[in-house]
């Protein structure tokens, strides 16, 4: 099992660039999720890891092993590195077992055959009688699966998912991720996961690295990405924001919600302030001095939870605010609620703004 | 999911109406019964020979030594034409070869060229091409395309992630392609191998000029010597047996090739490979290929052209008026049999398209029954047909247009289905529903949409039929001299000269055509089409 070590690394197709020099190491063992919307090059720095493409500047290292570097390009059936694309790619002229046998010397296909095939099926959760039957036989999930036990059957040093679970619908979307996650971990192998889709990037990730226009924005575990993003984008990139202009000072920031306390190392004067929608707390007016009060402007359900659109008034301005909250104590559509903030909140430098135009896509629903 | 909905696919029992009318089946039928007519007629003449006389007549040596060419040229031919198609579609359409868009319109070109011109260039170059490696190398300069377009195609089409998965699983470039790429082809590369052996089986013209005898020439040498009916007739079930063998293995690698298709989604344009210090030889082997598919035979006609006193026997002098009516009766026979051939299509293409049922699934079957059958018995059993029971018949122009629709049917069937399958149903019932009569929806809907694709139909049937010697040959009226026979009479009277001026006019003939068709519905579906179905 390998560290990554990449450094530098960037490619253009003709004028545009696609990386611009993207550094990150991955140490052994762990599943990183390279999270970013379409086009942010995501796709490209898998296939230069996997050497489908060769890289116009930078290295990339395998366990301390260069496999690109300015002059040095290693050809991919010679990495060692496993790869599972968008759809499965399993070989339709072959069968399961022979799909998951395939980059195996020829000794082992022949030899050890059915005992192999049915380890690597099972590790993937799947019965070993699937192992005759045609990939076209097969569902969406089970395909996915079929190839990450390809990938892993010549026990590479790493494994790389490509979207791997995009074109399955949200049912089994949910099932095939676990079972993947449970078979990287239980064979231990570094992996790359590759996704636009924020959820899964947070919930599958050991760390989420954030690729934006070809460079890596933020490299963090989930929690500290969604909890402390390093900018207003990122925060709405990674889920739902709530974003108002405040004064931060000696540990808090006065904005339209009050003096709200902020997490620690935060810059100080004129900021943003952010906090996540589930961190406003609904509750029955008590009419005490100083409580927030805000009209409830609209309601969607999701089922467990729903959103809360409210509208607060203080001193004389109207402040737009989305709320989350459980959906059993959603409130009705125009009535009058207190509004609490709970935990810490983030605040960014007014010139994080600055690039927010260009960013993220935005027309990603959030959460 | 959505279109689906709006336009539920044509061929399901729910969208299609339950009986055709009356009238379209009978329509349908006048079509797939005409090409049953040789067939049959082959079969019951064959029949009439008895079971003994049967046997001493297979079991000449002669059967067996034509058996023995014909399977052997056209063996050598298929793996040839095979190997060569696939390594030219692999190198136009996966490296960065330079020039690689012309060298791979070069490649289809040879099949716009009837064979027997390339046959008449070389040998006309040299009489000791009389042999089998002459034979093997201009068919397969003919025929190798038939493998090149549909293999070039698979491989435009194929996703890239599969060659990308086995190369990350450790194979090398050349592995890969046994492994991964070559498995992918294998309907294409076989369904064009059998293309190729199916009309190598009938080719008549090429082989005949040199001297190469196969089943198909051995067929036109006992007409012309005996005209003994079910003798030849026994043989011509034995060349009708191959070519079903062929036919039903192209049918059944189409049929296998439906199932086991699991990519889906969009694809990416594959990384071509480098070919590095490979340029040069490669560059060098295309040139050579293009010199001797199309160089010699294009080179060789026009020299011809400017030998006017005749540097060979010439025993008709080039004239003017015999050129301009030679062309005429070609042209025109062309769009007389293209017009028949596409009203006897056009009713069963339309069954077929919109219509379920066992009757019609028949039918269909029987049109396509017809690539089975080569043109020199189809020439032969209506010669024989005629003469016997229908003189006034009898070596007639109508008869020779009905010759070339049955030939052709299959061909142009292929086409008009697939134009009627794009004018779906839904749009018709938008139309309806939307106040006009079927008439203004015919005009107004489904002529619009499919219109070029029944074009397309009939100028390949032109083609084929401006380029066609062997029925044209035994069954043209006294008197009539079209571009075919006449490039025929003179080069079989090794007056090469004379050919020429024909043979210009039926090559450019054919390449405008073909250009003006691939122009107006893209290179590739063109020469696709006319890959289809090519009887020599």
């Given at each position: ?17 696609v ?29 230069l ?5 060769r ?8 366990n301390?092993q ?46 050890r ?24 036989e ?23 998912l490509?979207e ?27 992996a790359?996961?590759?996704?636009h ?25 989930p ?9 207003a ?7 739902e ?31 943003e ?14 009419r ?18 729903a ?49 927010r135009r260009?960013c993220?896509?935005r ?5 | ?10 061929g ?49 040596p002669l ?15 298929t793996l040839?034409a095979?190997?060569l ?7 136009v ?10 060298w ?54 194929m ?23 070559l498995?992918?082809?294998r ?12 009309d190598?089986l009938?080719?008549?013209?090429a ?15 006992e ?19 191959l070519?079903?063998?062929c036919?039903?293995a ?12 699991i990519?889906?989604?969009?694809r ?59 062309t ?6 062309g ?9 006897l ?33 189809v020439?032969l ?8 029971a229908?003189?006034?018949?009898y ?19 292929v086409?008009v ?27 107004r ?9 029944l ?28 571009l ?25 003939l ?17 020469l ?6 090519r009887?020599?």
């Amino acid at each position: 099992m390998a560290e990554i070590r990449i450094e530098g690394l960037s490619k253009a197709f003709g004028e545009r660039s696609v990386l611009r020099g993207v550094d990150l190491d991955v140490s052994s063992g762990r599943l990183v999720a390279i999270l970013g919307a379409s086009g942010s090059g995501k796709t490209t720095l898998l296939r230069l890891l996997c050497g489908f493409e060769r890289a116009d500047d930078g290295r990339i290292a395998l366990n301390r092993q260069l496999v690109c570097a300015p002059g040095l390009h290693v050809p991919p059936e010679r990495r060692r590195i496993g790869y599972v694309a968008q759809e499965g790619a399993l070989f339709p002229h072959l069968s399961v077992a022979q799909n998951i046998l395939f980059g195996l010397p020829r000794v082992v296909r022949r030899s050890r055959r059915g005992a192999r095939a049915e380890a690597l099926l099972e590790l993937v959760g799947l019965p070993a009688s699937y192992a005759n039957r045609p990939p076209h036989e097969l569902s969406g999930g089970e395909q996915q699966r079929v190839a990450l036990a390809r990938a892993l059957a010549p026990e590479p040093q790493l494994v790389l998912l490509d979207e791997p679970f995009s074109s399955l619908d949200a049912a089994l979307r949910i099932g095939t991720r676990q079972a993947v996650a449970a078979a990287l971990e239980a064979a231990g192998t570094t992996a790359l996961l590759v996704t636009h889709d924020q959820s899964e990037a947070l919930s599958m990730g050991h760390r989420v690295a954030v690729l934006r226009q070809g460079k890596l924005v933020q490299v963090a575990c989930p929690e500290a990405l969604y909890r402390r993003p390093l900018d207003a984008d990122l925060a709405q990139f990674v889920g739902e924001a709530v974003l108002l202009r405040g004064t931060a000072r000696a540990g808090h920031v006065s904005c339209a919600l009050g003096s709200l306390a902020l997490a620690p190392g935060m810059p100080e004067g004129e900021v943003e302030v952010m906090l996540r929608p589930e961190q406003l707390r609904l509750e029955r007016p008590r009419r005490t001095p100083g409580e927030l009060s805000a009209r409830v402007e609209g309601v969607t359900f999701f089922g467990a939870g729903a959103s809360v659109r409210l509208l607060l008034s203080t001193g004389g301005e109207n402040v737009e605010l989305a709320a989350r909250v459980p959906s059993h104590t959603a409130p009705r559509s125009g009535d009058i609620v207190t509004v609490v903030v709970s935990g810490e909140v983030v605040v960014f430098a007014p010139e994080s703004r600055g690039d927010r135009r260009s960013c993220l896509d935005r027309s990603k629903p959030a959460g | 999911m959505a279109e689906a909905v709006a336009f539920p696919p044509q061929g399901h029992a729910t969208a299609a109406p339950s009986s055709p009318p009356p009238g379209l089946l009978a329509a349908a039928s006048v079509g797939a019964l005409l090409v049953l007519v040789p067939l049959v007629y082959t079969v019951l003449q064959a029949a009439q020979v008895g079971f003994a006389e049967a046997k001493a007549l297979l079991l000449r040596p002669l059967v067996g030594e034509l058996l023995f060419d014909t399977v052997a040229i056209v063996v050598a031919t298929t793996l040839l034409a095979g190997l060569l198609g696939t390594v030219c579609a692999w190198m136009v359409e996966r490296t960065v070869l330079p020039g690689r868009n012309v060298w791979g319109v070069l490649a289809a070109v040879p099949l716009a060229i009837p064979p027997f011109i390339t046959s008449y260039a070389w040998v006309s170059l040299s009489a000791s091409l009389q042999d089998f490696a002459g034979a093997l190398l201009v068919v397969t300069s003919a025929y190798f395309p038939l493998v090149y377009l549909p293999v070039a195609a698979a491989l435009r089409g194929m996703d890239p992630v599969l060659e990308e998965t086995g190369r990350s699983l450790g194979l090398g470039p050349w592995r890969c392609f046994i492994r991964v790429v070559l498995p992918q082809l294998r309907p294409a590369l076989l369904g064009g191998m059998l293309l190729v052996a199916l009309d190598v089986l009938v080719e008549f013209g090429a082989f005949t000029l040199l001297r190469f005898r196969t089943f198909t020439t051995e067929l036109y040498a006992e007409y012309r010597t005996g005209f003994d009916g079910p003798d030849a007739s026994l043989l011509a079930v034995v060349l009708i047996v191959l070519c079903m063998l062929c036919l039903l293995a192209e049918l059944r690698v189409r049929g296998a090739a439906r199932y086991g298709r699991i990519a889906r989604g969009t694809r990416r344009q594959a990384t071509p490979y480098a070919l590095g210090a490979a340029t040069l030889p490669v560059l060098a082997g295309f040139a050579a290929l293009v010199v001797i598919t199309l160089g010699v035979p294009l080179g060789t006609i026009l020299y011809w052209l400017t030998q006017h006193n005749a540097a060979a026997i010439s025993p008709a002098g080039v004239s003017g008026p015999l050129l301009l009516s030679a062309t005429l009766s070609s042209v025109s026979l062309g769009l007389g049999a293209a017009a028949l051939t596409m009203a006897l299509a056009l009713p069963l293409g339309f069954l077929a398209a919109r219509y379920e049922g066992r009757m019609i699934t028949l039918l269909e079957r029987a049109a396509y029954l017809g690539q089975g059958v080569p043109g020199i018995v189809v020439a032969l059993a209506l010669v024989s047909l005629t003469a016997r029971a229908l003189q006034p018949l009898y070596q007639s122009a109508v008869l020779l247009i009905v010759a070339y629709a049955i030939l052709f049917l299959p061909l142009a069937l292929v086409s008009v289905r697939a134009a009627i399958v794009q004018a779906q149903r839904g749009l018709e019932d938008a139309g309806r529903s939307l106040g006009l009569g079927w008439a203004a929806v015919a005009w107004r809907v489904t002529l619009p949409i499919a219109g070029p694709g029944l074009g397309a139909a009939a100028s390949l049937v032109f083609i084929s039929v401006v380029t066609e010697l062997t029925a044209t040959l035994l069954l043209a009226p006294i008197g009539t001299q079209t571009l075919a026979t006449q490039v025929w009479a003179d080069t079989s009277t090794l007056a090469f000269a004379a050919a020429a001026p024909y043979a210009t006019a039926m090559t450019a003939l054919s390449l405008l055509s073909a250009w003006l068709l691939a122009r107006r519905f893209g290179r590739v579906a063109l020469l696709g089409e006319l890959a289809r179905e090519r009887h020599g």
